[in-house]
C-alpha cells in the first residue's frame, strides 16, 4: 500500500466510448503525474500536475484528457482512443517536483477494443 | 532517451547477494542516481537514491564510483519477493516524479 489508489484496475472499452482514470493520494503531496507503460516498453511520463495546474504535457495526443480538482486527486478522460493505447496507466504523486521520491499506485490496465 | 545502461536480466540465488551494475558515463555534476523497481503487475516502488556518497537504507545499498560513471545496487540477501524489474534513472534533484525510465535490469531470484 503506497498510499496512492487508482480505480478502476481493470478497464475494457470500445473505441468510441468516453470513460475516465481516477487517481487519489493521501499524502499531502502537491505534485502528480500520470505514466504510461505500453508492452515492451519503458514507463513514458505523460502530464505532471503541480499544485493542480499542468506544468508539463509530453506530447500526448488530444484524446487523453487530464484533470487535477485538487491536490488529492487527478484524473484521465479518455475518448476515442486506439487500440494501440492499450497499455498499463499509472499515477504517481511526489511531495512536490523538487522531492525525491516518487510514490506509484497500482495502475489501471486499459484494454481498447 | 534514458541515461543509463544497465543489463536485460539477472538471476540470483535466494539468500545470496544480488549486484545490479548500471553505467551511466554521461551523468552530470548535479544529477543523483536513484533505483526503482517494479514487481510485475504493479506500481514501481522507490529503493534509494545518491550523489556520490555511497547510500544504505532497510532495503538496500548503493555503491556509486568516484568518477560517478557508474553505480551497484546491492541487495544483501536477496528474497523470492525481490524478483522484479530494477530501474536505475539519472536525474537532477529538483525534478521529483518527472522520470526516464530505461528498459532496466530483471532480476529472478530462484530457490
Known amino acids: 500500500e503506497t498510499g496512492v489508489t487508482q480505480t478502476p484496475r481493470h478497464l475494457v472499452m470500445g473505441m468510441t466510448n468516453k470513460k475516465s482514470l481516477k487517481c487519489e493520494q493521501h499524502?499531502?503531496?502537491?505534485?502528480m503525474y500520470w505514466y504510461k507503460q505500453s508492452a515492451k516498453k519503458p514507463l513514458e511520463l505523460m502530464f505532471v500536475?503541480?499544485?493542480?495546474?499542468?506544468?508539463e504535457n509530453n506530447s500526448v495526443p488530444s484524446r487523453f484528457s487530464p484533470e487535477c480538482p485538487n491536490s488529492s486527486h487527478l484524473f484521465l478522460h479518455l475518448h476515442t482512443l486506439q487500440p494501440e493505447d492499450s497499455a498499463l496507466y499509472l499515477c504517481?504523486?511526489?511531495?512536490?517536483?523538487?522531492?525525491?521520491?516518487?510514490?506509484f499506485g497500482q495502475g489501471t490496465r486499459l484494454t481498447v477494443v | 532517451d534514458a541515461k543509463t545502461t544497465q543489463p536485460p536480466s539477472m538471476d540470483c540465488a535466494e539468500g545470496r547477494a544480488a549486484n545490479l551494475p548500471c553505467n551511466h558515463s554521461?551523468?552530470?555534476?548535479?544529477?543523483?542516481v536513484y533505483w526503482y523497481r517494479q514487481i510485475h503487475s504493479q506500481g514501481p516502488q522507490y529503493i534509494i537514491h545518491?550523489?556520490?556518497n555511497n547510500e544504505t537504507n532497510e532495503m538496500a545499498s548503493l555503491i556509486i564510483t568516484e568518477d560517478r560513471k557508474s553505480s551497484t545496487l546491492i541487495l544483501p540477501h536477496a528474497t523470492l519477493r525481490d524478483t522484479a524489474v530494477y530501474y536505475c534513472i539519472v536525474s537532477p534533484y529538483n525534478q521529483g516524479g518527472k522520470l526516464i525510465f530505461g528498459q532496466g535490469t530483471e532480476l529472478s531470484v530462484k530457490p
Open positions: 545518491g550523489l556520490k
Open positions: 554521461t551523468i552530470s555534476g548535479n544529477e543523483y
Open positions: 499524502l499531502g503531496h502537491n505534485a
Open positions: 500536475y503541480s499544485l493542480e495546474e499542468r506544468v
Open positions: 504517481a504523486s511526489s511531495q512536490d517536483t523538487a522531492n525525491t521520491e516518487a510514490f
